[in-house]
């Protein structure tokens, strides 16, 4: 099916001249700079806050670039993923008109994110074994369809979708798939970042909150063509990352070894912990993960939560969404905590 961002995208975007600010009007070095209103004498903490930051984040993306094997011009930052979730949504769905698909049990923001931009979302829930129902999907497209977000691995329930059905959305499907990757560095599966040539209509969704454990500075990925990201730019508030974000994320890329040093032992302390709880009494069954998180379902799901809250581990109750009955979704920690809530949960079913 043949894809033209042009008829997807709204007329009002499609037409509309963007904020052209004072750091978009002169680039460059001087030694005076009086554009923008800012305080000339300087921030009340060292550092130049004063100034406003680069609206376009180059040396971000630059080293980001090199991290990721993803060209500058593909890549888009966002105020964590929120924003380039909800900025798609303002350049590609009509308001009361337009619709998305969405395959539940997945991450809530997407349905949040619609709620909020008054577009209709339809559910085609994923399988007993959470992939894809593609028939289903397909039933549900129309011509005012125009995103399909797919989580992979899938929050809350761990696993992958198969890729192979996702690359069937995007070759059939005439809008955009989002491919949200937030757990990608915790799975063996490969990146769609490296099909972004292939498929037009791909935007692939990163963020620094997960692996990179910078979930407090707020910076959100999103890899698409060119085209796609230069209407995320022309639609986003002009300074959406701060100056604050940009510095202290531009040294922390630097600690590659340090993340991928943690990806190992969450990877291996996952393993553990589902060792260990698929001989537990108690333990339903354990969806396979490709997270740092594992959906577990136990006997008396919300007592078992109830007891961790006494002894001061917290977890998270999923064991009303529909298709997680009974589940209680368990982030990996540390090897100590993770004994700890092992043992915690011995207690609870001895
Ligand atoms: C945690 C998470 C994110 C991250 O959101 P940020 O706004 O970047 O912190 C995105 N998608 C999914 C599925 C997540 O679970």
Redo the contacts with the bound molecule.
């Keep these: 099916m043949s894809f033209n961002l042009d008829i997807l995208l709204r007329d009002n975007i499609k037409n509309m001249e963007p904020y052209s600010s004072a750091r978009d009007e002169f680039k460059g070095d001087a030694t005076v700079f009086m554009d923008a209103n800012e305080n000339s004498f300087g921030s009340p903490i060292s550092g130049n806050y004063n100034r406003y930051p680069d609206p376009l984040q180059l040396r971000l993306k630059e080293k980001l670039t090199k991290i990721k094997g993803v060209p500058e011009s593909n890549i888009f930052l966002?105020n964590?993923?929120?924003?380039p979730i909800d900025l798609l949504f303002r350049a590609f769905c009509k308001p009361g008109v337009d619709n998305v698909i969405l395959v539940p049990p997945?991450?809530g923001?997407y349905e949040v994110s619609a709620n909020i931009n008054d577009v209709e979302t339809r559910k085609v829930p994923l399988s007993v074994d959470f992939q894809l129902n593609l028939e289903g999907i397909a039933d549900q497209l129309d011509r005012h369809t125009k995103l399909i977000f797919i989580?992979s691995p899938?929050?809350p329930t761990g696993n992958s979708i198969n890729p192979l059905d996702i690359e069937t959305l995007l070759v059939n499907f005439s809008g955009i798939v989002v491919v949200?990757e937030?757990?990608i560095n915790y799975s063996t599966q490969a990146s769609f970042t490296h099909q972004l040539v292939e498929f037009p209509n791909l935007v692939v969704?990163q963020?620094?909150?997960?692996a990179w454990g910078l979930?407090a500075l707020?910076?959100?990925l999103a890899f698409a063509s060119r085209d796609i990201i230069a209407v995320l730019n022309k639609i986003k508030p002009p300074y959406n990352i701060n100056q604050a974000t940009q510095e202290i994320v531009l040294a922390a890329l630097d600690n590659v070894e340090q993340v991928n040093e943690w990806i190992k032992v969450t990877v291996h302390e996952r393993r553990r912990l589902v060792e260990r709880l698929s001989t537990s009494p108690g333990v339903l069954d354990i969806v396979p993960s490709d997270a740092n998180f594992v959906l577990v379902r136990f006997e008396r799901a919300r007592q078992l939560y109830n007891h961790l809250v006494d002894r001061g581990i917290i977890v998270r109750d999923r064991s009303t969404v529909s298709g997680c009955e009974n589940g209680l979704r368990l982030t990996v920690g540390t090897p100590s905590e993770n004994d700890f809530l092992l043992k915690e949960i011995q207690t609870f079913y001895s």
């Design positions: 966002g964590g993923s929120d924003e997945t991450y923001m989580c899938n929050n949200d937030a757990y969704l963020t620094l909150s997960k979930a707020r910076l959100g």
